[in-house]
């Protein structure tokens, strides 16, 4: 079932990929004395380990046609490849926004870079589309984005949903037999059992939604899971930090940004929605607090049973040298661990971490990919200002 095209929206239901499978060990045969003691020290030995062993932050030697300068594609991973779509280049100098409908594929064996010509019509420029893979299918689906001006006063959220079948080369829009979530921008999304979910993100109004949809490839139809507004539900927000896989069951997110009574509000919440029960559950481990301090903008990936976040926005930082509203991005890297309901601040090897914001992650066989986005650095109002990155780094656990 790999043509997605010649399949029309027809899916196999299937579960979480094997990063986020449970281990079989509880059905093992009961070891003996001797081993069960062997194993303990092993875990103490692996544990102390744990404790100051963070991976690996690498900057990649690529090839090939990079990205442009731009912040906010769409990416997934499929294979060994990760395919980025879109974004815009928000050029604080210029005062002029360009929206980009490119697409790219990077194979990460060989960190080469292609700049694709696919068939089929093309999505319409955006950035802060939504984006996640349908492995099983070999599809990357693409929901949601937006257009605006700098002053942010032709702002349009868009509602269509698209696929990009990679064994194809081609584009296909989906036209879904009922209706679905209202447009939005940078909406939270995750692919797992054969349904697209999609979380969040602001409209064309300047409403930030807290409803949660599923989409079924199968049926070709939406269903809304959770509406707008319902008790026990995270604050509307957008921007919120998530991988696009579940983490044993469960769809989890961190922060973001919202409308608070005095303007916007960076949040620092972290959330669970089981899909088995179909409820949330606010999991921010308040004795430790969360990441401090809030932040949006940043890139996440799930690893195995974990959530990855690095870099991202934070409050304080510089207003001048064209930028519309204060720049603080950050470098720093963290975990978090459903198991243990906890936030890590990591301190990898290899080269240094980097800082950057409206950068995007994939994550590709245990390995998490960094694309695109932007450092700033202005003081006195003397610049450069932005810092576009047109780099891929790589995060190993």
């Given at each position: ?9 027809s899916?196999?239901?299937h ?20 081993l ?10 692996l544990?102390?380990?744990?404790a ?13 046609p ?8 769409a ?12 974004g ?15 697409l ?6 060989l ?24 492995e ?12 605006y001006?700098?002053d ?12 990009y079948d ?9 036209h879904p ?5 209202v ?26 939604m ?13 269903k809304?899971?959770?509406p707008?507004?319902a008790?026990g539900?995270p ?22 940004e919202t ?6 509000e960076?949040?620092?919440d ?13 999991v921010?481990?308040r004795?430790?607090r ?9 890139a ?7 959530l ?31 198991i243990?309901?906890?936030w ?12 950057l ?20 650095a ?11 990155n ?8």
């Amino acid at each position: 079932m790999r043509n997605f095209l010649a399949q029309g929206v027809s899916h196999s239901v299937h579960g979480e990929r094997p990063g986020g499978l449970a281990p079989d060990a509880a059905r093992a045969r009961k070891p003996s004395r001797p081993l069960v003691v062997a194993l303990a020290a092993m875990t103490v030995v692996l544990f102390a380990a744990e404790a100051w062993a963070s991976g690996t932050w690498t900057q990649r030697v690529t090839s090939g046609p990079a990205p442009t300068e731009r912040s906010t594609p769409a990416v997934a991973a499929i294979g060994d490849a990760v395919y980025l779509f879109g974004g815009m280049k928000d050029d604080f100098s210029t005062f002029e926004n360009t929206f980009y409908n490119d697409l790219y594929r990077f194979d990460t064996a060989l960190d080469a870079w292609e700049l694709l010509d696919p068939a089929g019509d093309l999505p319409p420029p955006r950035v802060f589309a939504g984006a996640a893979a349908d492995e099983c299918n070999g599809v990357m689906l693409v929901f949601g984005g937006a257009t605006y001006s700098p002053d942010f006063s032709d702002f349009v959220a868009y509602d269509d949903l698209w696929a990009y079948d990679a064994d194809a080369d081609a584009w296909v829009e989906i036209h879904p037999a009922n209706a679905g979530p209202v447009g939005r921008s940078r909406p939270n999304v995750w692919f797992a059992g054969g349904k697209l979910y999609v979380f969040g993100g602001v409209t064309s109004a300047f409403e930030f939604m807290n409803d949660l949809w599923a989409y079924d490839l199968a049926s070709n139809r939406w269903k809304e899971l959770v509406p707008a507004g319902a008790p026990g539900s995270p604050r509307g927000r957008h921007e919120a930090m998530a991988g696009t896989a579940p983490i044993r069951g469960k769809l989890t997110l961190y922060g973001g940004e919202t409308m608070g009574a005095a303007g916007f509000e960076m949040l620092d919440d972290t959330w669970e929605f089981d899909l088995r029960t179909r409820r949330w559950t606010e999991v921010t481990p308040r004795a430790r607090r969360d990441i401090t301090p809030p932040r949006n903008y940043g890139a996440a990936a799930v690893i195995g049973w974990d959530l990855y976040l690095q870099g991202g926005d934070v409050s304080g930082g510089s207003s001048g040298c064209g930028a519309p509203f204060e720049q603080n991005p950050v470098e720093e890297l963290w975990r978090y661990s459903p198991i243990q309901r906890k936030w890590t601040k990591l301190s990898p090897g290899g080269d240094p971490l980097v800082r950057l914001k409206r950068h995007v992650a994939a994550e590709v066989n245990g390995t998490m990919y960094l694309f695109s986005g932007w450092d700033f650095a202005c003081d006195g109002g003397v610049g450069p200002g932005q810092l576009w990155n047109r780099d891929v780094y790589s995060f190993d656990p």
